[in-house]
T-cell receptor, first 116, second 113 residues
């Protein structure tokens, strides 16, 4: 079974600074998808960024980028120019090549605090 | 606007009672999912449905039941057999189960006392 590990229960960063959230995963598959979801206090899950395992290029979405290290099974999220609205729980998630039929496997989350 | 609605936002029930959580989508998605979230935990898959009148158990299906009579609706019943039903429940949908992108509803917080 796949597992996703987020080793940082909580991270704090000053507004406008850069922060990196860590995620490692375990899988025997070669083809899969990785995601970072944001869950603000409203508890709505919002997709931040996704990475297809077959792509070597790291995904980027505006201030959000990932460092995908397939051999190391590592998938970190970098948030640049942190804003107060970035404060939330961040979840790393894995989906196998079977797509939604396998469901998403989530880590336990990292609580990101933005200091003004 | 297209999206997923879950109602109610907060639900309270007495132990021993069955309770049904609503999930409706107008995205014309074939696949729908139910997840459970406990404090300090990520989401765990309860059930999913690929098409109408079809559904499959996820990782933690015991004590839950679902139906999929309409494409846009996927209600979840938390039965009295569920030993620890108090949790936050999230519904999601995707174009199909082969699609990697899932869209989430706002969730329902269920408290059983």
């Amino acid at each position: 079974a796949q597992t996703v590990t987020q080793s940082q229960p909580e991270m704090s960063v000053q507004e406008a600074e850069t922060v990196t959230l860590s995620c490692t995963y375990d899988t025997s598959e070669s083809d899969y998808y990785l995601f970072w979801y944001k869950q603000p206090p409203s508890r709505q899950m919002i997709l931040v960024i996704r990475q297809e395992a077959y792509k070597q290029q790291n995904a980027t979405e505006n201030r959000f980028s990932v460092n995908f290290q397939k051999a190391a099974k590592s998938f970190s999220l970098k948030i640049s120019d942190s804003q107060l609205g970035d404060a939330a729980m961040y979840f790393c998630a894995y989906m196998g090549s079977g797509g939604g039929a396998d469901g998403l496997t989530f880590g336990k989350g990292t609580h990101l605090i933005i200091q003004p | 606007d297209g999206g997923i609605t879950q109602s109610p936002k907060y639900l309270f029930r007495k132990e021993g009672q069955n309770v049904t959580l609503s999930c409706e989508q107008n995205l014309n998605h074939d696949a729908m999912y139910w997840y459970r979230q406990d404090p300090g935990q990520g989401l765990r898959l309860i059930y999913y449905s690929q098409i109408v009148n079809d559904f499959q158990k996820g990782d933690i299906a015991e004590g839950y039941s679902v139906s999929r009579e309409k494409k846009e609706s996927f209600p979840l019943t938390v039965t009295s057999a569920q030993k620890n039903p108090t949790a936050f429940y999230l519904c999601a949908s995707s174009i199909s189960t082969s699609s990697y992108e899932q869209y989430f509803g706002p969730g329902t917080r269920l408290t059983v006392t």
